[in-house]
Every structure is written in structure tokens, then in C-alpha cells.
């Protein structure tokens, strides 16, 4: 796909999925702003990357997205620098054994994976409106939960590592579902991807990868997509000009796909906004 003249940013970038995005992005011709946790390994995948597309727009952006402020920072920058924004993929997530909570007193998977790309698109709209016609994809999951919005930092249920992981994830369903709602007509358009099962380095050595998805991966990794052929989901979602005007949607392998019953209801879209937009401190 062509994305000359595109500027576009990937969270989780250093890695997986995240860098097989940043990495056909660039080979695109896109600007590309990988956002990533580790300096080290971060510049170890922006190298990599610009050698392998020939492609010297590659920049890296250090932020660790369990802290607010660190969100704050990292749109600030990219503000400053990008005032035009054509591309964001909410693509970071992990998982937790136990719980605890971020600098901000929230539980810390729900921080990474729902409430971080909930802030920093919102602070990144702006950039994204004067980019226009500009995309959002969001990363999800697509197991058939439902969002316990009461109590969504685990403070009075028995914590468990993946209904959490799941929980946070499903919140970029309902995310995608009032995001796509507030920016109609705005030339935006903002959707949630199922990028499949395939080999990640979700959560590190101490997270989902250790203790499941290494065992799923010893045991079936020959039946389990690559990281590349995952991405072909999220660039389909990036440049296929029939979902120019597409929003608000779901999809799977280049299709959509069913939302869970909770995310159908309008109501439950708009009650999780606003506890975000609470627990982000951010003006609704």
C-alpha cells in the first residue's frame, strides 16, 4: 500500500505486531512514529526497520503508557513536531499475574491497554482533524466478555491476569463504538481490529506471555499466525479505500465482525467514556 505523505504512529512499536505495522508502514513511504517503553530496544527496531525499507522517516518516541504524565508528554511531543497526524494505531497492550496499580491508582492492565490510547487519542484529535481524512485503529481481543464497569481497577473481585487483560481490551471495543459516534462528519473515521492469534510478546516475561502464551506457543506455534501476517489485518484497515467512510465497526480477517451484546448499547459506550475521562482527568 501506498502511504507516501502519510505521517502515522504505532504504540508498541518495538515488537510484534506493533513493528510489523511500523514496518510495512514505512515501506509504505509513511512518516512513522513508533512509540515504544525501552530506549535499547526500541532503537534496535527503528534501525532495523529503516535498513530493511530504505526509509529514513523512521522516529522513535520513548514513553511508558501506564503513566498518565508519561501520555501526556508523549502527545505534547508529537504535537509539537507532527501537526498533522494521518494514522494512529492503538497497538500497545499487556497483561499483569497480579494486580497493581499504575502512578495514577488504577489497575495497571486497564491503564496500558484501555485508558492510555483512550488519553492520547483524545489529546492527538486535533492533529488527527487537520490530517483529514485520517484514521484511528484500535487493537482488540475477541473473546465474548463483558466490561464489570463498577469496579473496572479490580478492587472488589478476585483478580485474574487474562478476564483483566480481556476486560481492558474489550473497553477499545466500547472506545471505538463513542469515539466513532462523536466524530461523525469530522473526517476521521476510528475502528477496532481482531488482528487473530499469533506469536506476541504480550506482557514479557512476567505477564501473558509467560505464563500462557509461551506454553500456546511451545506447544502450537506452528499453527499460530506471524507477527507480519497479523498486521495484514490492521493495514488492510489503514489503506483500503472502500473503508474510507467506515466507522464505528469491528473486523476480523477484512470483514466485520459481531460486538459483544454490552458494547451494542449506547448507554454502556457513553457511562465507560466518562469513567475514563474521570480516571484521565481529562475536560469531556
Known sequence: ???????????GANSGLGRAVAQALAAGGATVLMV??????????RAAIETATGNPAVHLLVADLVAQAEVRRLAAEVSARWPRLHLLVNNAGTAYPSRRLSPDG????????????FLLTNLLLEQLRAAA???IVNVG???NYAMELGDLSWQGRRYRMMRAYVESKLGMLHFTRELARRLRGSGVTVNCVFPGVFNSNLGGTD?????FWKSVSLLLGWALATPEQA????????????????????????????????????AAN????EISARLTDLDD
Open 133 to 135: 481524512p485520517a484514521r
Open 231 to 266: 498486521a495484514e489485518r490492521v493495514m488492510y484497515l489503514l489503506g483500503a479505500p472502500e473503508l474510507a467512510d467506515v466507522s464505528g465497526e469491528y473486523f476480523g480477517d477484512r470483514r466485520i465482525i459481531s460486538m459483544p451484546a454490552q458494547v451494542e448499547e449506547q
Open 207 to 211: 505477564g501473558a506471555q509467560g505464563l
Open 270 to 273: 457513553a457511562r465507560l467514556w
Open 36 to 45: 515504544v517503553r525501552d530506549p535499547g530496544r526500541g532503537e534496535a527496531a
Open 141 to 143: 481481543t475477541r473473546i
Open 106 to 117: 488504577v489497575e495497571c492492565t486497564l491503564a496500558v491497554n484501555h485508558l492510555a490510547p
Open 1 to 11: 500500500m501506498d502511504f507516501a505523505d502519510k505521517t502515522a504512529l504505532v504504540t
